[in-house]
């Protein structure tokens, strides 16, 4: 009779074990579900981060230049009306730096970049790009104190000897430091004080 009634208590006390980890489990299960209500709002963290980066991504502008007999057009489209752009140009006949384009006597110096040096004379030249939607004309010259930086149409010492495939353009949008480089050698670019966009205009 002792032993059933032993055997009984020790049935109930795990039966009573039995009935304590019941809600444990159940304040385990309330943790998952915080964990996935945190998931939730690093998901709407991410969302948001999303959003912020389309509000800042720039308006995509691009440029289509020709050339007739007297020099070249320059236009550009989709542009920021707020922006300042700075066109440059250089001669590069395929080649990648200013060294070999100088050694070439090729004319550089209104890239925007390493410019040209003749003799004593440094000539660096930019060309600001009138603002608002425009076509801008850059006329050969035969010397280089009629090289013009502003206004509508700009002068420009380029000579059309060999054509117009041995051109590499370059554009920059001095409000966002963005910079973007096509044409015959966009490697001459690649030490730009930062790093242009390659776009096939």
Known sequence: M???????????????LETEKDPDDTAADTGVADTEVEDTAIEDTAIEDTA????TTPATVSALVTWDADGMNLDLFDIDAEAQYYFGIA???GLTNNED???AYLWTAEDCHYGYVTGDTDLQWCHMVPSGSYSLRL???TSTS???QEGDPQVTY???EDGTDGFTYFLEDASNGKCYVWGDSVAYYDDYVYACEVVSW
């Open 2 to 16: 002792k032993k059933f009634l032993l055997l009984g208590a020790v049935t109930f006390s795990v039966a009573c």
């Open 52 to 55: 912020d980066t389309a509000d």
């Open 91 to 93: 001669q590069t006949n």
């Open 101 to 103: 384009t100088l050694a």
């Open 139 to 141: 006329d050969s010259t």
């Open 146 to 148: 009629d090289v013009t």
């Open 158 to 160: 380029l000579e059309q």
